[in-house]
Protein backbone atom coordinates (compact mmCIF):
# COMPACT_ATOMS: atom_id res chain seq x y z
CA UNK A 1 0.00 0.00 0.00
CA UNK A 2 1.69 3.26 -1.26
CA UNK A 3 0.88 6.58 0.72
CA UNK A 4 1.74 9.76 1.49
CA UNK A 5 2.28 11.64 5.02
CA UNK A 6 2.75 14.89 5.00
CA UNK A 7 4.83 17.01 7.72
CA UNK A 8 5.14 20.38 8.96
CA UNK A 9 8.23 23.17 8.60
CA UNK A 10 11.13 20.96 10.13
CA UNK A 11 11.66 21.88 14.08
CA UNK A 12 14.71 23.13 15.92
CA UNK A 13 16.11 19.57 16.25
CA UNK A 14 16.10 19.73 12.20
CA UNK A 15 13.65 17.07 12.39
CA UNK A 16 10.64 16.78 10.13
CA UNK A 17 7.97 15.66 12.87
CA UNK A 18 5.07 13.45 11.70
CA UNK A 19 1.39 14.86 11.60
CA UNK A 20 -0.31 17.37 9.38
CA UNK A 21 0.98 20.63 8.14
CA UNK A 22 0.02 23.50 9.15
CA UNK A 23 -2.29 25.35 6.89
CA UNK A 24 -1.69 28.77 8.01
CA UNK A 25 1.99 28.48 6.93
CA UNK A 26 3.44 31.51 8.57
CA UNK A 27 2.54 31.62 12.58
CA UNK A 28 3.86 35.56 12.35
CA UNK A 29 0.60 36.65 10.40
CA UNK A 30 -2.32 37.20 11.85
CA UNK A 31 -4.85 36.86 9.01
CA UNK A 32 -6.75 33.90 7.92
CA UNK A 33 -4.42 31.61 6.08
CA UNK A 34 -3.69 31.50 2.23
CA UNK A 35 -5.26 28.85 0.21
CA UNK A 36 -2.82 25.97 -0.74
CA UNK A 37 -1.99 26.96 -4.39
CA UNK A 38 -1.32 22.97 -5.42
CA UNK A 39 -3.84 21.20 -3.62
CA UNK A 40 -4.10 17.28 -4.11
CA UNK A 41 -6.77 14.81 -2.42
CA UNK A 42 -6.60 11.15 -2.30
CA UNK A 43 -4.31 11.91 -6.21
CA UNK A 44 -3.02 8.54 -7.97
CA UNK A 45 -1.96 7.78 -11.07
CA UNK A 46 -2.21 3.65 -12.53
CA UNK A 47 -0.72 2.43 -15.51
CA UNK A 48 -1.17 -1.32 -16.88
CA UNK A 49 2.16 -2.22 -14.55
CA UNK A 50 0.49 -0.86 -11.51
CA UNK A 51 0.19 2.04 -8.98
CA UNK A 52 2.97 4.72 -10.60
CA UNK A 53 1.61 6.58 -7.09
CA UNK A 54 -1.54 6.71 -5.02
CA UNK A 55 -3.23 7.98 -2.16
CA UNK A 56 -1.35 11.56 -2.04
CA UNK A 57 -2.65 14.60 -0.03
CA UNK A 58 -0.61 17.20 -0.61
CA UNK A 59 -0.67 20.97 -0.16
CA UNK A 60 1.51 23.40 -1.50
CA UNK A 61 1.85 26.81 -0.31
CA UNK A 62 2.79 30.19 -2.19
CA UNK A 63 6.02 31.89 -0.82
CA UNK A 64 7.19 28.11 0.42
CA UNK A 65 9.40 24.92 -1.16
CA UNK A 66 7.28 21.22 -0.58
CA UNK A 67 10.02 18.41 -0.67
CA UNK A 68 8.44 15.35 -2.13
CA UNK A 69 11.21 12.86 -0.57
CA UNK A 70 11.25 9.41 -1.64
CA UNK A 71 13.23 6.63 -3.08
CA UNK A 72 14.11 6.20 -7.03
CA UNK A 73 11.25 4.43 -8.69
CA UNK A 74 8.80 6.09 -6.28
CA UNK A 75 7.19 7.69 -8.49
CA UNK A 76 8.11 11.54 -7.34
CA UNK A 77 8.86 12.32 -10.74
CA UNK A 78 5.33 11.35 -12.31
CA UNK A 79 3.74 13.08 -9.12
CA UNK A 80 5.35 16.62 -9.93
CA UNK A 81 4.38 16.41 -13.35
CA UNK A 82 1.29 15.76 -11.97
CA UNK A 83 1.04 18.63 -10.15
CA UNK A 84 1.89 21.02 -12.75
CA UNK A 85 -0.43 19.49 -15.29
CA UNK A 86 1.61 17.94 -17.57
CA UNK A 87 0.34 14.45 -16.73
CA UNK A 88 -3.18 13.33 -16.17
CA UNK A 89 -3.93 11.61 -13.03
CA UNK A 90 -6.08 8.64 -13.04
CA UNK A 91 -8.21 9.22 -10.12
CA UNK A 92 -8.47 11.89 -6.76
CA UNK A 93 -8.75 15.68 -6.84
CA UNK A 94 -6.19 18.27 -8.02
CA UNK A 95 -6.46 22.23 -8.12
CA UNK A 96 -4.05 24.91 -9.40
CA UNK A 97 -4.66 28.07 -8.41
CA UNK A 98 -8.77 27.08 -7.88
CA UNK A 99 -8.56 25.82 -10.99
CA UNK A 100 -9.62 21.65 -11.48
CA UNK A 101 -7.59 19.26 -13.17
CA UNK A 102 -7.73 17.54 -15.62
CA UNK A 103 -10.93 19.66 -17.11
CA UNK A 104 -8.79 22.60 -16.25
CA UNK A 105 -5.39 21.66 -17.19
CA UNK A 106 -3.90 23.52 -19.62
CA UNK A 107 -5.24 27.01 -18.07
CA UNK A 108 -3.22 25.52 -15.29
CA UNK A 109 0.09 24.46 -16.90
CA UNK A 110 0.46 28.11 -17.98
CA UNK A 111 0.80 28.65 -14.68
CA UNK A 112 3.27 26.01 -13.08
CA UNK A 113 7.39 26.50 -14.49
CA UNK A 114 8.60 23.28 -15.15
CA UNK A 115 12.21 22.51 -14.50
CA UNK A 116 14.59 20.12 -16.23
CA UNK A 117 12.88 16.62 -16.00
CA UNK A 118 15.19 13.84 -17.81
CA UNK A 119 13.91 12.61 -21.66
CA UNK A 120 11.15 15.10 -21.01
CA UNK A 121 12.61 18.82 -21.77
CA UNK A 122 16.01 18.23 -22.11
CA UNK A 123 18.33 20.86 -23.95
CA UNK A 124 20.06 20.46 -27.12
CA UNK A 125 23.83 20.04 -26.06
CA UNK A 126 24.87 22.81 -28.07
CA UNK A 127 22.85 25.26 -26.64
CA UNK A 128 24.59 27.86 -24.82
CA UNK A 129 22.52 28.91 -21.53
CA UNK A 130 21.92 32.52 -22.62
CA UNK A 131 20.39 30.81 -25.54
CA UNK A 132 18.31 28.71 -24.03
CA UNK A 133 17.27 31.39 -21.46
CA UNK A 134 16.51 33.61 -24.31
CA UNK A 135 14.13 30.66 -25.99
CA UNK A 136 12.37 30.57 -22.83
CA UNK A 137 12.13 34.97 -22.83
CA UNK A 138 10.63 34.10 -26.32
CA UNK A 139 8.49 31.13 -25.42
CA UNK A 140 6.76 33.57 -22.71
CA UNK A 141 6.39 36.40 -25.28
CA UNK A 142 8.71 38.61 -22.84
CA UNK A 143 11.62 41.25 -24.48
CA UNK A 144 14.90 39.75 -24.41
CA UNK A 145 16.21 43.44 -24.89
CA UNK A 146 18.15 45.46 -22.26
CA UNK A 147 19.78 42.83 -21.16
CA UNK A 148 16.77 41.26 -19.90
CA UNK A 149 18.44 37.50 -19.95
CA UNK A 150 21.56 38.49 -18.46
CA UNK A 151 19.61 40.01 -15.49
CA UNK A 152 17.58 37.17 -15.25
CA UNK A 153 20.82 34.31 -15.01
CA UNK A 154 22.68 36.35 -12.99
CA UNK A 155 19.95 35.61 -10.42
CA UNK A 156 20.32 32.76 -10.92
CA UNK A 157 23.97 32.78 -10.40
CA UNK A 158 24.67 31.58 -14.06
CA UNK A 159 25.92 35.25 -15.30
CA UNK A 160 29.45 33.36 -14.97
CA UNK A 161 28.46 30.61 -17.50
CA UNK A 162 25.39 32.95 -19.54
CA UNK A 163 27.72 32.00 -22.80
CA UNK A 164 28.58 28.59 -21.70
CA UNK A 165 27.01 25.90 -24.41
CA UNK A 166 24.86 22.95 -22.36
CA UNK A 167 27.08 20.07 -22.75
CA UNK A 168 30.08 21.88 -21.06
CA UNK A 169 28.35 23.16 -18.23
CA UNK A 170 29.19 21.51 -14.42
CA UNK A 171 25.87 19.21 -13.29
CA UNK A 172 25.27 22.48 -10.73
CA UNK A 173 25.33 24.88 -13.34
CA UNK A 174 22.68 22.85 -15.36
CA UNK A 175 20.92 22.20 -12.43
CA UNK A 176 20.72 25.74 -11.37
CA UNK A 177 19.65 26.71 -15.58
CA UNK A 178 16.89 24.19 -15.33
CA UNK A 179 15.70 25.92 -12.30
CA UNK A 180 15.99 30.01 -13.77
CA UNK A 181 14.07 28.50 -16.96
CA UNK A 182 10.83 27.28 -14.93
CA UNK A 183 11.16 30.98 -13.02
CA UNK A 184 11.03 32.65 -16.40
CA UNK A 185 7.31 34.66 -17.12
CA UNK A 186 7.57 34.62 -12.58
CA UNK A 187 5.19 31.85 -12.75
CA UNK A 188 2.69 31.32 -9.53
CA UNK A 189 4.40 27.77 -8.99
CA UNK A 190 7.34 25.86 -10.21
CA UNK A 191 8.11 21.92 -9.70
CA UNK A 192 11.74 21.26 -9.85
CA UNK A 193 13.02 17.42 -10.16
CA UNK A 194 16.06 15.64 -8.56
CA UNK A 195 18.42 18.39 -6.65
CA UNK A 196 21.24 15.71 -6.15
CA UNK A 197 21.90 14.00 -9.72
CA UNK A 198 25.48 14.08 -10.35
CA UNK A 199 26.07 16.77 -7.32
CA UNK A 200 27.64 16.98 -3.73
CA UNK A 201 25.37 17.14 -0.94
CA UNK A 202 26.62 20.99 -0.47
CA UNK A 203 25.70 21.42 -4.19
CA UNK A 204 22.05 19.86 -3.49
CA UNK A 205 21.95 22.12 -0.02
CA UNK A 206 22.92 25.36 -2.33
CA UNK A 207 19.64 24.62 -4.71
CA UNK A 208 17.44 23.33 -1.94
CA UNK A 209 19.00 27.45 -0.56
CA UNK A 210 18.15 28.69 -4.28
CA UNK A 211 14.86 27.60 -3.99
CA UNK A 212 13.42 28.71 -0.55
CA UNK A 213 14.84 32.51 -1.66
CA UNK A 214 12.73 32.05 -4.94
CA UNK A 215 9.67 31.10 -3.29
CA UNK A 216 9.99 33.29 -0.96
CA UNK A 217 11.41 36.54 -3.18
CA UNK A 218 9.27 35.43 -5.38
CA UNK A 219 6.16 34.37 -3.68
CA UNK A 220 5.90 30.88 -5.83
CA UNK A 221 4.67 28.13 -4.58
CA UNK A 222 7.46 25.03 -5.21
CA UNK A 223 7.56 21.65 -4.73
CA UNK A 224 10.93 19.56 -5.45
CA UNK A 225 11.87 16.06 -5.44
CA UNK A 226 14.43 14.12 -3.06
CA UNK A 227 15.94 11.42 -1.89
CA UNK A 228 18.15 12.43 0.71
CA UNK A 229 16.37 13.34 4.50
CA UNK A 230 18.30 16.14 5.04
CA UNK A 231 17.50 17.95 2.14
CA UNK A 232 13.63 16.88 2.49
CA UNK A 233 14.23 18.87 6.11
CA UNK A 234 14.99 22.27 4.34
CA UNK A 235 12.22 22.59 3.06
CA UNK A 236 8.97 24.34 4.59
CA UNK A 237 7.05 21.35 4.87
CA UNK A 238 7.76 17.78 3.76
CA UNK A 239 5.60 14.78 2.12
CA UNK A 240 7.34 11.05 1.84
CA UNK A 241 6.32 9.20 -1.15
CA UNK A 242 6.40 5.24 -0.43
CA UNK A 243 7.23 2.90 -3.18
CA UNK A 244 4.41 0.59 -3.57
CA UNK A 245 4.87 -3.04 -1.55
CA UNK A 246 6.46 -0.21 1.12
Given at each position: MQDVQENPAAGP?????????DASGLGEREEAPEAPYLSARDLELETY???????????????????????????????LLTLA?????????????????????????????????????????????RSAAKAEFDLHGLSARDGAVEEHLCWWGLGDVARVRVRDLTAEKLARLG???????????????????QLTLSQSRGLMELLARAARERHAAVAVAVVERDLARMADSCAYLAKEGE
Open positions: TGTCPMGPVAGFVYRNVDLDVFKGRVTAVRGRNGSGKSALGRMKPTGGTLSVGGLELPRERAKAERHVGLGLFKGLNDLPENLSAIALAFVGDPDAAVVDDVED
